[in-house]
């Protein structure tokens, strides 16, 4: 592993980065690729120096492709990674938006989260289901035994920047809320 570094506090910066700088993607529902692309981007500025890949889509295990035992393929949205090797496996993230609110969709992610975080071929450090709207964010964090922390952020509409705890359910809290007891107040 390269120099430690805290990677839930890189991603937090990297969000933050985002609302300042990609606000009007965010706040004209653009299509999520588009913001997931941004947020890749300013998270690999972030971890330039530790010697670490920051790939979207990547779909790749060394010359096969990417995949869960009980799936074929998987493309996760954001990784965190030293291509080519399993050591390194820091980080998958998979991105919500208010244009993708199926439920289908948040229990597919979850599936992922929950499989790359677990499985021996890969056993990333970290996973994170991120919802990113224009008034809220929410993440929620898995390590190998499963969901370990929630962060809720209310975004601040004079200057986008995010502020702990907001009280406003988006739909990835309402989703988890009926499986977590960790999301009941």
Request: hydrophobic share 30%.
């Amino acid at each position: 592993m390269p120099d430690q570094f805290d990677i839930k506090e890189k991603l937090k910066e990297a969000i933050f980065e985002l609302y300042r700088n990609d606000y009007l993607l965010i706040n004209n529902k653009c299509c999520e690729r588009s913001i997931v692309f941004r947020l890749g981007l300013y998270l690999a500025n972030s971890l330039a120096a530790y010697g670490l890949d920051v790939d979207c889509e990547y779909n790749k295990n060394g010359e096969k492709p990417k995949s869960l035992s009980n799936k074929r393929f998987n493309y996760p949205d954001i990784i965190v990674h030293k291509r080519g090797s399993n050591e390194d496996n820091v980080l998958i993230a998979e991105v919500k938006t208010p244009r993708d609110t199926r439920p289908k969709d948040f229990y597919n992610d979850t599936v992922k989260l929950k499989g790359f975080t677990q499985e021996v071929a890969y056993l990333y450090r970290w996973g994170v289901h991120i919802y990113i709207a224009a008034t809220t964010c929410s993440l929620v964090w898995y390590t190998h035994e499963g969901i370990k922390e929630l962060c809720r952020y209310r975004i601040e509409s004079d200057n986008h920047d995010l502020s702990k705890n907001s009280r406003k359910d988006n739909a990835l809290d309402r989703w988890y809320k009926q499986f977590l007891p960790i999301y009941k107040r």
